[in-house]
């Protein structure tokens, strides 16, 4: 794994998608992802912000999962500030605080994955989380576009859109429209003969 250079696509070929889902406002989202994965065998990985209180109310539906390796647990900083705009120390702070939620909650570690919020990262933030074993920045190739409030039919359509071999796409589990998105969200998977794979699946460090 390239220590510090940004994964926006999967690095080996073949039928796999990396379907991301960032934030965690609705936790009948959260929810709903986990029912998903558990009905469907897909896979996810989640990055999340432990100040939302979804990661600690669906921790119990959630646990087998990530035990499991079916879900994955990824960084996305604690409070989701702009991390461009702090020190280093408060950079630090901000994944030091989630890693620890997500150990405590969970039992796991999130490194060395983790996703700035809003995408914005620059040298300064990548050698700041690099120092503390945040090796993995991760962007996105290709978005579901569902950080803002969109119709079931347009999320889908970016589905269609984006679900492809080899990307990495982001989703939020930030509003309940993507639940009536997802049975075409999943017969796109199907129709596509793709195979959902979290990022441990596909990077080795
Ligand atoms: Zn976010």
């Not at 300064?124 to 950080?147: F, M, N």
């Amino acid at each position: 794994m390239p220590v510090g250079k940004s994964i926006t696509a999967i690095p080996v070929a073949g039928p796999y998608l990396a379907w991301t889902v960032d934030d965690g406002i609705d936790g009948t989202v959260v929810g709903a992802y986990a029912d998903m994965a558990q009905a469907t065998g897909n896979r996810v990985t989640f990055f999340l912000n432990g100040s939302r209180k979804a990661w600690t109310d669906q921790a119990e539906h959630l646990r087998p999962l990530v035990a499991s390796g079916q879900i994955q647990l990824g960084n996305h900083t604690w409070s989701h500030p702009d991390l461009r705009s702090l020190t280093t120390s408060q950079i630090q702070d901000e994944l030091n605080r989630n890693e620890d939620f997500i150990q405590n909650t969970y039992g796991v570690s999130a490194k060395p994955f983790f996703r700035p919020p809003f995408g914005y990262i620059n040298a300064q933030v990548r050698q700041a989380a690099a120092a503390i074993g945040y090796t993995a920045p991760t962007l996105w190739y290709g978005s579901l576009g569902d950080s803002a409030v969109l119709t079931p039919d347009e999320i889908a359509d970016l589905g269609t859109q984006w679900f492809n071999a080899g990307r990495v796409v982001i989703a939020h589990a930030n509003h309940p429209p993507v639940l009536d998105a997802m049975p075409r969200l999943l017969a796109t998977i199907d129709q596509r003969g793709l195979r959902t794979v979290t990022l441990r699946d596909v990077f080795t460090s």
